[in-house]
């Protein structure tokens, strides 16, 4: 850590923090603004609130492995917003393929334009195309691991989940091609939010790219992070980013630190984020309301 400290230049651009630092906050603010929208009609909840369930949620995705923030959200969306199990899964699938189908449809754009501009030899498109195809079908196993689960297992949900029924007619009427319209608006957004995170970390280092080469490190990046199981793409996502910078002639000691920077911040922000949305859900893990919260859900 040391070596890779003294490796950085000297002449750091701090001023780019704020802008790494908001950049990323932009990021955290959409996917609870998708929700919202797809949500504001049928339910009485204010955006306030589930952007405190998703930030709280994401903290937890952050913490704990196997995207274990996924149940957590279900949970307090249950609770805290009064959505039904099979409702949020509705939602989920919903919003999971409007997020995939974008990253998806804008990664393979930029690993065409990848290869177009000769930036990586023939040997190196084969390992990463083996790695996301290797990713993929490890992601298609994980979501369908459900199927192998005893029947006995899925008792407790039956009876949780059996008057949500009609929630999801009356949910999938309200969810209007205006509201998806809005939904696939947001996207563009929180790519640029990303792609604007990432030139500030590269300028405050002192790294020159340009704007399309900027574009497609991001992109492919976290799309490679995303078909992984890690929570917040850990491993994929950082792995990826140091090959393509490296691609581009970055020294891997930069590639890493930008791999770390990136991290940290992302931490930062979910971690103020977090707090402050468990402080506007009154959950606190070390009162009695929350315990009680807990033990009613599983009775």
């Known amino acids: 850590m040391d070596e890779l400290i003294s490796s950085l230049p000297n002449n750091i651009e701090l001023a780019y923090i704020p802008l790494i630092l908001f950049a990323m906050f932009i990021h955290f603010l959409l996917e609870p603004l998708r929700w919202y929208l797809y949500t504001t009609k049928l339910f009485s909840i204010d955006y306030n609130r589930m952007f405190s369930i998703f930030s709280l949620t994401a903290l937890v995705s952050y913490l704990l492995p196997m995207k274990m923030g996924l149940p957590t959200r279900m949970f307090l969306l249950r609770k805290k917003a009064g959505i039904g199990i ?7 699938m919903l919003d999971g393929l409007i997020n995939y189908a974008c990253w ?12 177009k501009q000769d930036v990586f030899e023939d040997s190196f498109v084969t390992i ?7 990713l993929l079908l490890l992601y298609f196993i994980w979501k369908k691991r459900r ?4 029947k006995s297992m899925n008792a407790g949900i039956e009876k949780m989940i059996s008057n949500d029924n009609s929630g999801i007619k009356q949910l999938s009427s309200e969810i209007d091609r205006q509201i998806i ?12 939010s990303h792609v604007v995170h990432h030139w500030a970390i590269f300028s405050m280092l002192g790294i020159n790219l340009e704007w399309g080469a900027v574009f497609v490190i991001t992109t492919v990046s976290i799309f490679t992070g995303m078909i992984s199981m890690m929570p917040m793409g850990l491993g994929g996502y950082d792995a990826m ?11 891997p000691e930069y590639a890493v630190s930008i791999a770390i920077i990136n991290r ?10 977090g707090i402050y949305g468990g402080t506007q859900l009154e959950l606190n893990p ?4 929350w315990r009680k919260l807990l033990s009613s859900n599983t009775q």
């Open 86 to 92: 099979l409702q949020c899964s509705t939602l989920l």
């Open 286 to 289: 070390f009162k009695t309301q």
């Open 128 to 134: 990463i195309v083996t790695s996301i195809l290797t």
């Open 264 to 273: 940290l911040t992302i931490l930062f922000i979910s971690i103020v984020s």
């Open 104 to 115: 998806g449809i804008t990664a393979v754009t930029s690993f065409y334009l990848l290869v």
């Open 241 to 251: 980013l140091v090959l393509l910078l490296m691609q581009y002639s970055i020294e």
């Open 181 to 192: 319209f809005k939904s696939l608006l947001v996207m563009p957004i929180d790519i640029g």
């Open 147 to 150: 199927t192998i689960i005893p």
